[in-house]
């Protein structure tokens, strides 16, 4: 089964025994599935009384609308967006994307986004399905791809201090290897200089990055970039390959990002190049 929970078993008792997830993971093709599921659904949801939708409003955490005031993040975004440069296009992402799309590329657990029963699942990262537009573009076309986007999303992992739902500022840039870590040391001192004018933009006197060097060959992307050296950083190694950073503003980790491979691994050619960043938009709101 690849999961030995004591829920799973237990539902799979209820079900009629472990063979009913073969069928419904490997026998039943994705639109059987998804046919089935949706009639699941609207039983479940015809079976339902205004009071029900109600009372699940104000219980689950998902659905609830977010602690920030709206002017707050609004204005924020403004800030952000206000100092975008033109090389980087802005585009309005769906909130939804392909199943898959944040752990088959990535090294993200499947339960830590919210799948749907169409084969999509809700965003988690706006940088996933950057990276997969960056994807389509770089197959279609021999140029750099610099994209951008401001996205909501939603994360299934409940830890203290985090909010199930959040607005994030995203960067990828795409491009071909052309040796001499060329597109690193171009691309992550453009990340940087965006981040930290965005950061600055919102109120923070002086942003302050952390670079953490995965891969000694990448040592000379950080040469004359004003930052601190964090070669204890734990998280992301796995995710990120080569070099990862961290946006820290008054104190508080606020920007993350870093190389990664997936590109590459989309389009089969280990030549593509990408690196990804973000900002969460309420924590500088």
């Known amino acids: 089964m690849g999961d030995d929970s004591t829920a799973l078993r237990r539902v799979l008792r209820q079900a009629g025994g472990p063979e009913i997830l073969d069928v419904l993971a490997e026998r039943l093709s994705g639109a059987d599935l998804t046919t089935l599921l949706l009639e699941v659904m609207r039983v479940r949801a015809r079976a339902l009384a205004p009071a029900d939708v109600l009372r699940r409003y104000t219980s689950d955490r998902f659905v609830g609308p977010s602690v920030v005031p709206f002017e707050r993040l609004r204005r924020a975004e403004d800030a952000v967006l206000s100092v975008v440069p033109a090389e980087f296009e802005l585009v309005t992402l769906s909130p939804v994307a392909p199943l898959g799309a944040h752990s088959t590329p990535a090294t993200v657990d499947q339960n830590k986004v919210i799948s749907t029963i169409r ?149 089969g050619n280990r030549k593509e190049r990408l690196l990804i960043s973000a900002l969460g938009m309420d924590r500088l709101s």
């Open 119 to 267: 084969n999509t699942e809700v965003a988690a990262d706006p940088t996933n399905a950057l990276a997969l537009e960056a994807a389509v573009r770089r197959r279609d076309s021999a140029g750099p791809v610099r994209l951008a986007a401001l996205q909501r999303v939603v994360r299934a992992q409940h830890f203290a201090g985090a909010y199930p739902h959040f607005g994030l500022f995203a960067l990828v840039s795409a491009d071909r290897d052309t040796g001499n870590l060329a597109f690193e040391r171009r691309h992550l001192a453009e990340h940087l200089r965006l981040l930290t004018d965005a950061v600055r933009a919102c109120g923070s006197a002086e942003p302050e990055v952390r670079l953490t060097v995965l891969d000694p060959r990448f040592a000379p992307v950080t040469a004359g970039l004003d930052t601190t050296d964090d070669p204890g950083r734990e998280s992301g190694r796995g995710y990120y390959s080569g070099l990862c950073f961290k946006i820290y503003a008054d104190g508080v980790e606020v920007g993350d990002g870093g190389f990664v491979d997936w590109t590459a691994r989309l389009l």
